[in-house]
């Protein structure tokens, strides 16, 4: 059966509980923090997803428009927390921002990288070897394989090569199952980009094994597939009609497909404000991956300093 | 039935035939062109829209990349066809763009204003009363309520009343039921915008009645209500699971409910790439006006003077 | 003799003094407070500016970016302390910002109405008379002339015809004679807007004869013209070669001529980074104006409420 | 004597001609077109720039307004006659697109390449080796230091390093000397971009030697330096009194000084509506680019396949 989303979390609630992978979940005030952990090959194919680890945050609060800066500062700090285990003590981190800027479903990750406070060039311009409170960070936003003509891989493994950064954070847009994860869940991994996730269908991944650096990947659902909400409502009619031996997934499909056809292109489900919502959430991530990258900064300092370049 | 949508095409296909409504259908090319005329009071309210004429024009190739120019000056030029005559002969026009250009369901009209060949300030720069070859017009994105503080429909009133146009042409972002309308479809109508119609749900109309001029609506659908297409989908498969005394509407609306709970707003279905379709819908349609505007001008020279305000 | 300036105190420094005009200096920490009012018309005449009270704010630290965040709140709080006793003590008011947003020398009008905090929606959506702690402010960007086809004068005039505010706020991007008050200049006038002022040169003025209400116009100078910049320079060289009989002024002026000929339209000297320049100028200036419309308002909570729209 | 300018022609103006440099002017039509080598190392120390060849187009025409896409086709063609020799036979061409697009002044790299026919990708997505009537391309704007915390050198090589194309097209915003010059011309060199050059001073160059290609650097100027124009205008008046023993030098130098100080940065002049003309002037030098990349297309087809991308 074809599942079709990002989200570890979602993977997991619909397969059978089963060995080599683990879950915890926790509380912290109003958000949620659900740990998944997949520890063999065998239960990484059955998932779907790749060995490693995975953190997703919880929040309505995430991209409503009455949450007061108290509160995204909470949710910023509680990425942070999750974030910075998962970076090397030190050594300079490349933050690349994945996606198509001009397709708003798939632009979080040029937002996120607009907001990131960019370090590195002090350790450049100074002439000797200042002791500087900050970590030595870099960002790039490669746009797509149809706008540049070279692959956002490509891209990143020459650069990495030249800069030798001790990490990579790979910012990007999620696709989810349901309609309530949109602009309402963080996905943190350890395992990086796999080939064909996000909005874009990324074509090739980013790794550690394609990098030779660790790669966190940060990501959050900013589309839900048509195709993929409409099953699931013809599901539920057909659990609750008792249909018999009327063959329902059959029927499914083709009432999938008569509804949707015609249509130009892939069609996705999103708030009608999404627009709006992508710039709160972008905020929130960049301050979030910011008050991790620099944990000698208070959040008013970076928050100035950001807006300083904007 | 509460059935969503601002085409009336959709709308009279959703209800038998009856008295005080017409309609005749035409071919030209690849274009299918509808012609709607509500003729009555009585018919209007049963229709959901205001007693007028309704043209829309149905051809995937509005908003497809592999449009060739030629394909493209084309549909604007049967668009301009079915827009002139619903034009004074002479006299100022102001074009309004309606909808948030924050929203990329919502912003259709700002990007048509953008490339409209704006002439009136070319009579108020000279001194004497000059005989030129172009129509006056002039063009405004009045924003909306939530941004300005001021009701659309009130900026307008006030603009009208200044500058005396002898038309208002109106540009809006719409919303269909099948998905099969987005990007393909555009509705001209002699009716006017009505209150709660576009992806905006415009608070007040813009009509005769309440500008003192003629009113001619452009609109072209970019999303479908993610409960209609849903709903759609478990309509087809009630009737054919033939589910008897099972109470099919009233479980319907239950599964709607259930799988698009809990999401931030209102969910719309679109495609993915619609920023994409945007720019090429918004193209096609301000070609098609300038044409429509301009009559003696040839589409290379019109395409010359917008791109060069650019 | 020809001298281009928006600037009354550079229009006062040049002429010598005399009746009719009074002067009065203040420092308020780093910020200088120059007050010039206009008493009579004949000043008026000699001035080359209106009759009226003049507030000119200088701070090199407008624009910096090492300007602390402390120190911009600083700014906005004696910007509004100035602004505020030229607002009627209720009502609602029409803040407007004039200008061609696509060209960045005229671009801060727009700039600063996009931050600026509009709340008569919050009337309009209410059902019943409720006392909200928010002064009722609208906003709007009308453009010019030569992208809508209508005055701004104009715009402005049909919409506070139908929205009847008790006042209106107009900000400009202006030009001053000397480099050194680019970005770092803020002057506030109850004048309104002088035909022919402004980076943009605006055909027709706003003010409360042609308005009917109060008009409090607030600028910054974005650049010098190169003409005058220039003569200065040859003005003082030819004071210090004493250069006799020896006709100097005609000299200059054909000095002027022959480095500047053949330019691409009238050329303006501004820093080179102005765009950057532009973005920190827009947000002192939107939060000295929300300061002085919103004195319940907390600056944090300004500054929150906004950063939400963007 | 201190000449910021990087145009060559304006270099060779300045200086007595002499061995090592040889020069060929030539006239097509409306436009002037320029030829400089510098042959040795002694005249490129002369002259302050590297050996090699350098081309020069001058029109006025390059951004006026009222210039019929005729004349536009004219000069973008005339630009690929000059740039098509020195581009390899065949294989891949990198174009990188240099400068802050915050800033206008240094945005037209930015701006160019958006307007890039760009193919490479169609190789990549085709399973078997196709003879495609197009020139592999591919287009990177790789920002500056400051924004992404990666010198543009050290993003450029590791770039090249894996795409390994066959040359490098760099295009990057100039400062001249004469106002006349801004938005009027076009340099075209095979010496790539010198360290220090540019309206952003690069801080590395990118050449041949440092990239293992070769590159072929393309520029418009699009400011002068304030500092340079009045120096010009007080050294003509200088001349003009025969200031006799009067160190006129020395009186220059200050009074450059006293006009332009406390200014908020490098003062540069620029046409008022600078941003207007960096659209036309993009549009012209993309298209030449384009057409010098594709020469089996027609203008026409160019025009319309980047206008989809749009």
């Known amino acids: 059966m074809q599942l079709r989303t990002d ?4 993977r997991f609630a619909a397969l059978p509980h089963g060995e080599g992978v683990s879950r915890q979940d926790e509380q912290r005030g ?10 063999t090959q065998k239960a990484a194919r059955e998932l779907g997803k790749d060995k490693g680890r995975y953190v997703t945050l919880c929040d309505r609060r995430l991209a409503l428009s009455d949450t007061e800066l108290q509160v995204q500062q909470e949710l910023s700090c509680t990425l942070a927390e999750e974030i910075r285990p998962l970076l090397p003590e030190e050594g300079c ?3 690349v921002g994945l996606g198509n800027r001009h397709i708003t479903a798939d632009a979080l990750g040029s937002w996120v990288i ?9 350790q450049l311009q100074l002439e000797h070897d200042a002791n500087l409170p900050f970590r030595s960070v870099c960002a790039i936003a490669p746009g797509v394989l149809g706008i540049t003509g070279i692959e956002t891989a490509e891209m990143v493994r020459g650069i990495v090569d030249r800069v030798r950064p001790s990490a990579v954070i790979a910012i990007d847009a999620l696709a989810a199952r349901e309609a309530k994860r949109i602009c309402s ?3 943190i991994t350890d395992t990086g980009i796999s080939p064909g996730s996000g909005v874009g269908n990324h074509r090739m991944g980013l790794s550690r094994e394609t990098l030779g650096v660790p790669v966190i990947a940060v990501g959050v659902p900013m589309v839900v597939y ?9 599901s539920l009619l057909v659990e609750e009609a008792q249909a018999g031996e009327y063959d329902a997934e059959r029927a499914v499909e ?5 509804v949707t056809k015609d249509a130009l292109g892939e ?3 999103t708030p009608r404000e999404v627009d709006l919502l992508l710039g709160r959430v972008a905020s929130v991530l960049a301050l979030g991956l910011n008050m991790a990258l620099q944990p000698s900064l208070q959040p008013e300092d970076i928050l100035m300093l950001v807006n300083d370049h904007l």
Chains 1, 2, 3, 4 share one sequence.
């Open 114 to 122: 607009e907001k990131l406070l960019v370090t590195r060039q002090l």
């Open 7 to 10: 989200l570890a979390i979602e």
């Open 226 to 234: 048509a195709s993929g909400i409409i099953r699931d409502a013809l």
């Open 93 to 95: 981190v490349l933050a």
């Open 185 to 187: 869940t963080v996905q």
């Open 30 to 39: 109003d958000i949620q923090v659900h740990r998944v952990q997949v520890h």
């Open 267 to 269: 069609l996705v489900v």
């Open 254 to 258: 083709g009432m999938v497909e008569r």
